[in-house]
């Protein structure tokens, strides 16, 4: 597919890169990241490589570090954005993803879409003339995900045969975790309450690259010895908030004893935002091993690299 600048790719999902161009936006973000060290956060990078280029941001839901990161992603890569939500855009009033896909792609660069049902932006991918990027749908948040492995990598581990601890709600946030192990051949000890496991189809597309998938009731086996714990909100966006849910998701809870059951340098990461004495307990948020500050700034490096990737322009 092309655009005005040339080639151009939707990024709906890891596995639309694969391992060896997710590989290569992380090394990018690595070296935007330090080569704009010391730059005021709206300077643009010298190279300014998307100068001219506008992405729509499209919200039908709410966030704070998807929508700043895009933008500042933007600025620092030369570009600009603007911003629809479905209060205010013709989405609020019935208009088909279609017919705003086919606008939208005549009149900005590219569209980056939060959305609850995948199957929308898989229609806005079918309709667009530009590319189509997932700022988070109720399937997955692959965005996130690039940051997450950038945060790691830059805590100094290996991805290979990391051992990832999930706690909590098997989310969008997990099954692109589960994706990215798939990947990069990282194992997953996923610890959950029955009946809130991750969609099956995540877990055995994973166990088919070869690598382990644990699902477990039980949170201290999942946290022994593991190199990275991950936790998220255990009520999502457009989730029923029930009482029944919180009760089973609080043997799940990242406090310092599960913590203590991890390698001693184990990390804490989550996407954020927090509720913190729910999903984890304050100490461990506020702890030494917790990175959820970098991995929230990383969303910007990382957003970077997945754009250059979507218009052609990383160096792959
Ligand atoms: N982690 C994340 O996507 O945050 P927002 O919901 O604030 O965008
Ligand atoms: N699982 C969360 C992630 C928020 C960034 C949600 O979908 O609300």
């Known amino acids: 597919m092309t655009d005005a600048g040339g080639q151009y790719r939707h990024f709906l999902d890891l596995g639309d890169a694969g391992a060896d161009d997710v590989a290569a936006m992380i090394n990018d973000a690595i070296d935007r990241k330090a080569a704009r060290a010391a730059l005021p956060k709206g300077t643009p990078d010298a190279d300014a490589p998307l100068a001219g280029r506008v992405l729509a941001l499209v919200f039908e839901k709410n966030s704070t570090r998807?929508?700043?990161?895009?933008?500042?992603?933007?600025?620092?890569?030369?570009?600009s954005v603007l911003f629809l939500d479905t209060t205010s855009s013709q989405l609020g009033r019935g208009e088909t993803?279609?017919?705003?896909?086919?606008?939208?792609?005549?009149?900005?660069?590219?569209?980056?879409?939060?959305t609850d049902?995948?199957?929308?932006?898989?229609?806005m991918a079918r309709?667009?003339?530009v590319p189509v990027i997932n700022g988070l749908t109720d399937r997955s948040h692959p965005c996130q995900i690039v940051a997450d492995l950038l945060t790691v990598i830059e805590h100094g581990k290996s991805l290979p045969g990391l051992e990832v601890a999930w706690f909590g709600d098997g989310n969008n946030v997990l099954h692109s975790i589960l994706e990215a192990a798939g990947l990069f051949k990282f194992n997953v000890r996923v610890a959950t309450p029955a009946g809130y496991q991750p969609d099956p189809a995540f877990v055995a597309a994973a166990?088919?690259?070869?690598?382990?998938?644990?699902?477990?009731?039980?949170?201290?086996?999942?946290?022994?010895?593991?190199?990275v714990l991950v936790t998220d909100t255990w009520i999502s966006m457009g989730q029923a908030?029930?009482?029944?849910?919180?009760?089973a998701m609080a043997p799940y809870r990242v406090d310092a004893a599960l913590m203590a059951q991890a390698k001693a340098d184990a990390l804490f990461l989550h996407c954020l935002?927090?509720?913190?004495?729910?999903?984890?307990?304050?100490?461990?948020?506020?702890?030494?091993?917790s990175v959820v500050f970098?991995?929230?700034?990383?969303?910007?490096?990382?957003?970077?690299?997945?754009?250059?990737?979507?218009?052609?322009?990383?160096?792959?």
């Open 241 to 247: 908030d029930a009482e029944e849910k919180r009760a």
């Open 294 to 316: 970098d991995e929230a700034e990383n969303r910007i490096h990382a957003q970077k690299a997945v754009l250059l990737w979507c218009f052609g322009l990383l160096g792959t």
């Open 127 to 129: 309709h667009a003339a």
């Open 117 to 123: 049902d995948h199957a929308k932006i898989e229609e």
């Open 273 to 289: 935002p927090a509720h913190v004495g729910e999903e984890v307990s304050e100490d461990v948020f506020e702890g030494t091993q």
């Open 97 to 114: 993803i279609a017919d705003t896909a086919r606008v939208l792609s005549r009149m900005v660069d590219g569209i980056m879409l939060r």
């Open 207 to 227: 166990r088919a690259e070869g690598v382990a998938v644990s699902l477990t009731q039980d949170a201290a086996a999942a946290a022994r010895g593991a190199d």
């Open 66 to 79: 998807t929508r700043v990161s895009f933008d500042m992603a933007m600025r620092q890569l030369g570009g």
